[in-house]
């Protein structure tokens, strides 16, 4: 018994489907990791856990390294834009970072008003 199928007759558009589709996958996936990644970066540094930033980086290096970084940062934000929004509406995903803090961001119990008020 001979098998006279042949697997190499796939059509072109056969082949532009599956390659768009592994793209896609990719594309989304790669924005999956990236964002939960950093989310986790900056929530457990600055006490944020509604922001990412698309490089996996510490967040106080990239504040202090913020040229080129932040631009590779900027430029991801437009090219993950689409695959974002629907992240963000429909699964309530964390949102880019939109500018760098000029100063670190201190969560401390010692700068809450609350306290200083209770203190006193």
């Keep these: 018994m001979r098998c ?16 768009l589709g592994f793209f896609l996958v990719c594309y989304v996936g790669s924005h999956f990791v990236l964002s939960r990644t950093s989310a986790r970066l900056v929530n457990a540094e600055w006490g944020i ?8 980086v510490d967040p106080n290096f990239l504040a202090a390294h913020d040229g080129p970084l932040l631009t590779i940062h900027y430029v991801l934000r437009v090219i993950y834009a689409p695959v974002w929004f629907v992240d963000h509406q429909i699964f309530g995903g964390p949102r880019p970072l939109l500018f760098m803090p000029m100063f670190k961001i201190d969560t401390s119990a010692q700068n809450r008003v609350d306290e200083w008020n209770t203190a006193v």
């Excluded at 856990?49 to 996996?56: H, N």
């Design 4 to 19: 006279n199928a042949k697997f190499t007759d796939v059509s072109r558009g056969s082949r532009f489907v599956i390659l």
């Design 49 to 56: 856990s509604e922001t990412f930033i698309y490089l996996p």
